[in-house]
């Protein structure tokens, strides 16, 4: 491990996303008495980082942790709302986790499934960098607008 390891910033560089300011606004709204004022989005929003060796410590025998799942949900709930901003079509999510930390998350715009994601080993949910946070959240995104563009008339009923 080098010495510029050890320096860098938990998650690396900030990056400026759309999505990841939309998911420091969802994660703000959760807070009712002004605590994470004076927090940078990054801090309000490290547990998202996982590097490697922490994911290999986690355990994925047991019941998922309530902050894994509030997470998974924080970063769907941003997923509708950039989806909504983009495209007009509010879209909302639906999730079903086992205990054993499997399940599925949908999205719906109107009658339309714009987003079908199966999840396993909740338990790890999170990125190594912003970067990867960023993209994982934009590509979701933009399959879901173009969905939603191939099929208009659903989405919007």
Do not use: N
């Amino acid at each position: 491990m080098t010495t510029e390891t050890l320096d860098a910033p938990r998650g690396g560089d900030w990056v400026d996303s759309d999505f990841l300011k939309q998911l420091a606004a969802v994660i703000r709204a959760e807070d009712s008495y002004g605590q994470w004022d004076d927090k940078s989005d990054a801090d309000i929003m490290s547990e998202f980082i996982v590097t490697r060796e922490e994911r290999r410590d986690i355990p994925i025998i047991g019941d998922p942790d309530p902050e894994v799942m509030w997470r998974i949900s924080k970063f769907y709930d941003a997923i509708g709302l950039m989806i909504e901003k983009r495209s007009g079509c509010m879209a909302s999510q639906m999730q079903k986790m086992s205990h054993e930390g499997f399940g599925r998350i949908v999205l719906i715009a109107g009658r339309l499934v714009v987003v079908t994601k199966h999840l396993r080993d909740v338990h790890r949910f999170g990125f190594e960098t912003w970067e990867k946070l960023a993209e994982a959240g934009e590509k979701v995104i933009a399959d879901a607008v173009a969905t939603i563009e191939t099929y208009p008339e659903p989405a919007r009923a």
